[in-house]
């Protein structure tokens, strides 16, 4: 599957200069009996309506009852404020490379009244130095190729707590990922396969500790 950027990559919803509009879309979902409405606008990822991938996830999604949940590749915030109101318990963190994204996402976290999360920009990893997380989400920009997604499974490693997990979701066909995945983790797990997706998780295994030999 051909994922590299093309030439106008610059404009694209996952660049740092990505193209600007001005026109507004909205959009809405139920989560536990919550309604949710979301601004969006040109430049972000699935502007108009919630991307079928991300409703895959979210259902198949294994949280903790608390704990710290990052949403990689936030948008306007469709994951990380699903997941906020699904576990008022947990703190989530999201974050976007895009700076339209993460001013929606704010924007959306503030006109929902949801507490229990914060929005900010990160190109990848780059702003989470030292922070850790029990889960990492994410609905990877595909069209950024791997060179961008790569990267992002990778970090994960180092970015999650011990027993933390990965969990992302693809569409059918979509192989090099998982593989890649399963080569930084040492697992892979499919959790969940419909309509044309599919969510994997890689769990972070803990370390076990060495034993000293007793002093004789």
């Given at each position: ?27 809405s ?32 999604l ?15 915030g ?22 339209i994204a993460?001013?929606l ?16 920009q ?22 950024a ?6 990267p ?18 693809l ?46």
């Open positions: 599957m051909h994922m590299s950027g093309e030439p106008n990559e610059a404009q694209h919803y996952y660049s740092k200069k990505p193209r600007k509009s001005t026109k507004r879309f909205s959009m979902l139920d989560i536990k009996g919550r309604h949710i409405t979301l601004a969006s606008c040109g430049g972000v990822f699935s502007k108009s309506k919630v991307d079928l991938g991300t409703i895959v996830l979210l259902e198949a294994s949280l903790p009852k608390q704990g710290d949940v990052l949403d990689m590749g936030c948008g306007c469709v994951i990380g404020i699903s997941l906020a109101v699904m576990r008022p318990s947990i703190d989530v963190t999201m974050v976007d490379v895009n700076p993460v001013k996402a704010k924007e959306n976290i503030e006109s929902n009244g949801i507490e229990n999360a914060a929005a900010f990160s190109d990848i990893y780059c702003a989470l130095a030292g922070r850790t997380f029990d889960v990492i989400v994410s609905n990877p920009p595909l069209a190729g791997y060179k961008v997604i790569y992002m499974i990778e970090g994960a490693l180092d970015h999650l707590k011990e027993g933390g997990s990965l969990q992302i979701v569409r059918k066909g979509v192989n090099a990922i998982p593989k890649k995945m399963g080569d930084i983790f040492g697992n892979v797990e499919l959790i969940s396969r419909k309509s044309g997706y599919k969510v994997f998780r890689s769990v972070k295994k803990c370390v076990p500790k060495k034993q000293t030999e007793p002093k004789v």
